[in-house]
């Protein structure tokens, strides 16, 4: 229990140092769904508490403890959040925590470089590979020019669309989709037109 509640004081500390204080509003509108939705952000939020690093107890600014039913409630939560963490044997079926010992990797991969080495020597020379007529035009020096920089980047001409062109675009598809194109027809009723 005396360990619980100390991880809990730390948990409490760090949430302290990571959550935003109440003067300082998140700018962006992640941060800001975040910080509204974190209940636990909005019961601590409430609280403007002080610690030193050499007191393990977190204190408020007018220098009370906290209440019980607090402490309780965060270590209810803390509880809750270690009860959801996965087993060790449920971290290794899924490859996150490995099974075998460091002598047993070692093993497996010196297996590995030892089929990957017989299977290079193995490998078939440029020479074998012309004879066979897998490499047909097969050259050993490749000749290099100098060419011009010039605008490598391609033309565009979406960009220049104005909206009657775009909406032309739209109308000949959906008359495509409409006349031309074969769809079955329990299929029909599927099929989906842009917007004129």
Known sequence: MAILRKIGRRFVLVLRRLLPRKDVTPTGGLAGKVARRDTLAMRLGNQQHSCTDDDDSPTNNDGSHM???????????????????????????????????????????????????????????????????????????????????????????????????????????????KNEMEVHEESRHYTRYHKP
Not at 69 to 77: D, F, G, L, V
Not at 79 to 106: C, G, M, V, W
Not at 143 to 164: F, I, S
């Open 67 to 177: 209440s019980d039913s607090e402490k309780t409630a965060i270590k209810t939560n803390l509880t809750r959040r270690l009860s959801q963490r996965p087993t060790k044997s449920e971290l290794e079926q899924r490859n996150i925590l490995p099974q075998e010992s460091a002598e047993d990797r070692r093993s497996e991969r010196e297996k590995v470089k030892r089929q990957l080495s017989r299977k290079l020597s193995m490998r078939p020379t440029v020479k074998e590979l012309v004879e066979r007529k897998v490499l047909i035009n097969w050259h050993e020096y490749v000749e290099v020019y100098e060419v011009q920089n010039y605008d490598r980047r391609g033309d565009k001409p979406w960009t220049r669309l104005t909206p009657a062109d775009k909406a032309s675009i739209r109308k000949e598809l959906n008359e495509f989709k």
